[in-house]
């Protein structure tokens, strides 16, 4: 990631902060989420950030849908 997108991490692992628990493990942050987590903290973000921090969302789900599998021997 550019050094200027640095804020992004900030912003998903506080996002990540509040997000559900599903019985499968983390549920995705929504468009919802990072809307009202955008005007609870007047944070101004653009269309493309919002797709840049689901798509690190996805990345992020993705892997601990794995780790749960290799723990638990369902590969």
């Known amino acids: 990631m550019q050094e200027d997108h640095g804020h992004l991490w900030d912003w998903f692992w506080d996002l990540s902060s509040s997000r559900s628990i599903g019985f499968n493990g983390p549920n995705p942050i929504s468009v919802t989420d990072i809307a009202n987590w955008a005007a609870l903290t007047?944070?101004?973000?653009?269309?493309?950030?919002?797709?840049?921090?689901?798509?690190?969302?996805?990345?992020?789900?993705?892997?601990?849908?794995e780790e749960h599998?290799?723990?638990?021997?369902?590969?």
């Open 42 to 65: 007047g944070t101004i973000v653009r269309r493309e950030e919002v797709g840049i921090i689901r798509a690190m969302d996805a990345a992020y789900i993705s892997a601990v849908a």
């Open 69 to 75: 599998a290799t723990e638990t021997g369902k590969e």
